[in-house]
């Protein structure tokens, strides 16, 4: 069973009509409901919750961490952002999506801006799958499209992924590596672009997916407890 927790800000579909019509149970509840099945249970927070909900027992509690986040990256105590860090680093999976390239955690795990240039013409988007053997692209064909889509455009202040599966192309000119996957510590990490809120994108059988594949992937093979460097004594005299 691996245990996801979907972390979602949660204010655009309480404050913008346009989104709740396309997410009306928040894009956390479209993520869950396609997510959770036999061999996947899904817990929801938002930053309605106390300490977002991602407290040390739930982080401990959760083999991968699915993050959307856009208007309120500072909403998020500098504390929690740290938790999740140390948590991937002892060995839980995180998938960010979208805007959570700017989110604290994203920001702290790779040590760059996440900056990137972006227009919202919402047309289409052409997905190519760059790493066609990676267990993230399991079941899709060379590329997949996405009819309307915010523009997001190189250059993207990231570290060189350890393996980039994606690479986005837009009708309006503009390249994007839409898929980036990192070790960090014992922990993984994937980076996926699509998911702006105005869109029914979630709903999308080949980016449902790609996060299913993202969250099988993502899932600890080993955590530890402690984040230390131990004194040892020799093992042969
Ligand atoms: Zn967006």
């Not at 997410?23 to 396609?34: D, N, S």
């Not at 267990?135 to 990231?158: H, R, S, V, W």
Request: charged share 25%; hydrophobic share 35%.
């Amino acid at each position: 069973m691996i245990r996801v927790t979907i972390f979602n800000e949660h204010i655009h579909e309480k404050t913008e009509e346009a989104v709740q019509k396309v997410y009306p149970h928040g894009i956390h509840g479209a993520i869950k409901e396609f997510l959770e099945g036999e061999n996947v249970v899904v817990r929801t927070c938002t930053l309605d919750d106390p300490e977002c909900g991602l407290t040390n027992e739930i982080l401990r509690d959760t083999d991968v961490l699915i993050w959307w986040a856009h208007v309120g990256h500072e909403k998020v105590p500098d504390e929690v952002a740290q938790r999740v860090q140390e948590a991937v680093l002892k060995g839980m999976g995180a998938i960010f999506l979208h805007s959570a390239h700017k989110s604290k955690p994203f920001m702290r795990l790779l040590g760059t801006t996440g900056n990137l240039s972006w227009h919202e013409s919402g047309t289409k988007e052409r997905i190519w799958v760059v790493s066609p053997s990676s267990q993230i692209a399991k079941g899709l064909g060379e590329y997949f499209e996405i009819p309307n889509e915010e523009t997001y455009a190189e250059p993207f202040d990231i570290p060189q992924p350890d393996r980039l599966i994606f690479i986005g192309w837009y009708t309006s000119g503009e390249v994007f590596r839409s898929g980036c996957c990192y070790n960090r510590g014992n922990g993984k990490i994937f980076y996926f672009q699509p998911g702006h809120e105005t869109f029914p994108i979630f709903y999308q059988k080949e980016v449902q997916t790609v996060i299913r594949n993202a969250v099988e992937w993502a899932a600890p093979v080993k955590r530890i407890e402690q984040l230390d460097c131990p004194h040892t004594k020799p093992i042969e005299k």
